[in-house]
């Protein structure tokens, strides 16, 4: 079942981009995990959408995750010297190796989050991984392998 | 189902090429179109139908119509799923003929080099749903089509026998096919040496040679209902055809990692489907045309298909199973991987010429062909039938 915090009300009426504008600022308030979920049956999403894919409820809310999660998948970026394919987003340039996880909070497991890993954990990445997240001052999600692992 | 059968009646393209060969999309376009009525001998004002992929950088359906002479254009449609697309077109194609709103339905696909990623990412007014990419994955690192199979792979190398290794082996497989096939454009093997040093290494498993090889090209097939052509022995019966966008849809296709439904996939969905309206099983197919972008992309389909079991994919390439006289041909020409990116769509092409008999590096007597498109966002696959000869 899912064990997840309330943040505040989702608002949907202004489209696709305010809903993303309104995440990037639930994410600067409170600093964690933010997903979605239905006010009304609590079915979980992200990334969010306009109306619960379960129930079809507008009554939408904001959670937090939660501080834990176990990895999905991931995808180490290891060059900078990028194909023609590859676009790497230039604040993360002088930061490769890096790798983008793909994980399912451990509050909410029916849902993947995407955080960023950096350092030398990345060569002990395994899928199945548990993870603690954070969101530091840039308000990137981090995941950091924990110790055990 | 009604009696009547759609067919691949007609295929055409203009030479492939490397990128960069200056060459117009609409003019090669236009070619393609034109060989592939002349293939199916019908006239091109006879074209009612046209569908395309709406990613495709060259001639609109009303335009491509008016410059045929289309005598009255009854239906134009655009795919917007990406590589899903691909037999996409074909299954819209085989809907029209058997509903009988359209008689001769082009399809086609034009590509100059790596243009398509730019028209992909584009802001664009008309469609800001890509943003849902920007907004949701882009911090945490996205670089593109890459991260997707990349992140495939980790799902599937978990849990199944995978490795560098038999991503190695699958590149110089597809090569292999490739060489038999003159059009091809990476013909020559991978060195070990340079595909495993460090500096080749970019996305997950991935190295620089792990990516298709970028052309310049344009292709296009004619869907009729059977017996319309006067050369019924060539053509190809669609016996079965399905999209699906799988069992957790996302807004796009890059936000696939954010799904937990594997090994479910849009393709295992239409696989099901697949095999459920043909009557078939995957032992029945002789050979399968299965979308390439990576050295890893195809084996996953491979078993998505139910070609092989769950996990005996890496057996299959050491055993070079995918060759035209292997026992399970895969991609005998190269595929899109070794043989030039058309985002899957000759891929149809090239399982027409299986059944026909006329491929570059041919299948021995193949009657029933499976072709795929990706498993990401919505997609597409059929399989097709020789006509009795």
Redo the contacts between chains.
Sequence with gaps: MPNYTVLGPCPVQGG??AL?DD?RATVRAHRVAVAQACGRCRTAN??P?LACRSCGSYELQWISCGPTGTI????????AD????????RR?LDRVP?????A?PDAVP???????MVGGQQERL???AAVTFDVGADL??MANLTPEH | MTDRCAVIAGIGEVPLTPPGSGRSPDFMTLQAARAACADAGIEPSDIDGIVKYTYDGSLSCMTLAATLGARELRAQLEVPAGGGSAVGLIDIARTLVLAGRASAVLCFRTLTGAEWLKQMSMADPLRPYYLDGVNYLRSSGWTGYLHLFAALYAEYAARHPMSRDVLFASANLMRANAARNPEALATTPIDRDEYFAESARTVGPFTRFDEYATADLSCAVVVTAGGRTDRPDREVSIVASAQSHGPDPKTWFDLRPTSASYPDSPSSYVARQLYAESGLTPAAIDVATLYDCTSFTYLDLVETYGLCGPGQVAELVADQAFRADGPMPVNPHGGDFAGGYSAGFRHILEATRQLRGEAANQVADAEYALVAAPQIGPTSGAILRRSER
């Design positions: 696709v981009q993303a995440f992200f990334p959408l999905g998948t991931y995808v180490t970026v290891h060059t990028a194909t023609p394919s590859m676009s790497i987003p993360l890096y790798t983008s996880i793909y399912s029916t849902i993947r989050v995407a955080a960023l395994k899928v199945g990137q999600l």
